[in-house]
């Protein structure tokens, strides 16, 4: 399928068995919303535009894409009364008017199609008036089924119209085609809704394009996991398993080791580079970029805006919020690192805090290299502290504090004693080593 396409996703949809406020096709997948994978599967046919028929908080859905999914080719198209996927389809004919060409239809709340799948649904349209997808599913799902007669497609029955006889055909409809523009603009308005819902129902219109002489061409998933659509919560946990493996296998293709997938949660868009090594219990958020050589874990987690360059490690009972960790630098126990920049080769000790919050506004705090942070060392930010210092176990350094490079602060609240330099002569002996 060339430029000349179109894609329309259907995304007006209510989703009132979720039992959640906001659009259903916003709720957050693996660190990104149902509908941002969605619109990936519509970018991978590389259309010349994108309809995203809106309704329940459509607004929201609007303002989501302006923001966090820029394309111009994307276009919002409203469906003030939600009267079926028919109808909701019969709301992009003037736009489908500008663009000739085939139109594949998409749901909004179903992120588990492949792009390889959408192929192959769009090269059997190329022999066909119309394509569908299909499934054999282990359980239903409440899809429709497919008629057939001879082998040959016949129609599309909904499940809750479905006859016993119907209701016992294990392939099923998953709601995916791909269209010639001439027949939505043909038999689209001339659908009706006599059916058990009061709707217009899309999967009607496959059955009229055969009643018109044409064909229809199926595609049958051969992983039923893609045909999830997400209905309610538990639809939705049980996609995240399945995106989750997808991330999982990425990671480790790319040299990522991960030393238990079963405890390790990595968000979509996350970057990790080759040689580091994820260990169990391990949260990482849409946002985070981890270098080469690192180590993280176990029972770490990394939240958006951290950035671990290569060689750094961050270990057992660790949080960064907005850190920049340097090369080499380790924080392995117990710390909180929020909103804050660490040179290169520090050392943050047990039991570390960084008070990035006053009450009413998130301050940063800079850690020099090769900084010695002591174990127990509470910076309240803003402060610094420069290439080299280093503070004594349970120091509290003040906000506003600037720690000159090589000295030594220690107390409560934690006060300059001597340089590191000068410590270690007179002890003679070296200076404390990250």
């Known amino acids: 399928m060339g430029r000349a396409a179109t894609v329309v996703v259907l995304a007006a949809g209510q989703g009132t068995r979720m039992k959640t406020a906001g659009p259903k096709v916003l709720h957050p997948l693996c660190g990104r919303p149902v509908l941002g994978y969605v619109l990936d599967q519509a970018r991978s046919l590389d259309p010349a535009q994108i309809l995203v028929v809106v309704g329940h908080g459509g607004e929201a859905v609007r303002t989501w894409i302006e923001g966090a999914e820029p394309d111009a080719r994307i276009r919002c198209v409203p469906q003030a009364e939600q009267l079926g996927t028919a109808h909701a389809l019969r709301q992009c ?3 489908l008017s500008e663009r000739p060409g085939p139109v594949v239809v998409l749901y909004g709340d179903m992120p588990l199609l492949r792009s390889e799948s959408l192929a192959a649904l769009c090269q059997a349209k190329e022999r066909a008036r119309a394509a569908a ?6 359980r239903s799902r409440g899809f429709g089924r497919i008629r057939r007669e001879n082998g040959e497609f016949r129609g599309i029955v909904e499940e809750k119209d479905a006859t016993p006889a119907e209701l016992a055909i294990r392939e099923v409809n998953v709601g995916v085609y791909a269209f010639a523009r001439e027949d939505l603009v043909l038999l689209l308005p001339r659908l009706e809704n006599r059916n058990a819902q009061g709707e217009y129902y899309l999967t009607d219109l496959p059955g009229r394009i055969v009643a018109h002489g044409g064909t229809v061409a199926t595609v049958t998933l051969a ?18 398993a399945v995106v989750q ?4 296998r990425a990671h480790l293709a790319a040299g990522v080791f991960l030393e238990d997938p079963a405890t390790t949660y990595i968000d979509h868009g996350v970057e990790i580079g080759p040689g580091t090594r994820i260990l169990p219990c391990t949260v990482i958020r849409a946002g985070v970029k981890i270098g080469a050589g690192c180590e993280v874990g176990p029972f770490t987690h990394l939240r958006p ?8 490690e961050l270990g057992n009972f660790t949080e960064a919020k907005k850190a920049i960790v340097g090369k080499g630098t380790k924080a392995k126990h117990l710390t909180y690192l929020g909103d804050v920049r660490i040179g290169a080769n520090a050392n943050i000790g047990a039991g570390t805090i960084v008070a990035n919050y006053d009450g009413k506004r998130k301050n940063q705090t800079d850690i020099g290299d090769r900084a010695f942070i002591g174990s127990g060392t509470v910076l309240i930010a803003p402060c610094r502290v420069g290439e080299g210092a280093l503070t004594g176990g349970g120091a509290i350094v003040t906000k506003h504090s600037d720690i000159p490079p090589g000295d030594v602060w220690v107390g409560i609240p934690a006060k300059p004693l001597r340089s590191r330099k000068n410590a270690a002569s007179r002890e003679g002996g070296q200076a404390p080593e990250a």
């Open 133 to 138: 997808i299909t499934a054999t599913p282990r």
């Open 93 to 95: 004919l003037p736009a």
């Open 305 to 312: 805006g951290t950035v671990l360059e290569d060689g750094a």
């Open 245 to 248: 493996e997808r991330i999982h």
């Open 223 to 240: 992983d039923e996991n893609e045909a999830i659509g997400i209905n309610d919560l538990s639809d939705l946990s049980e996609a995240r």
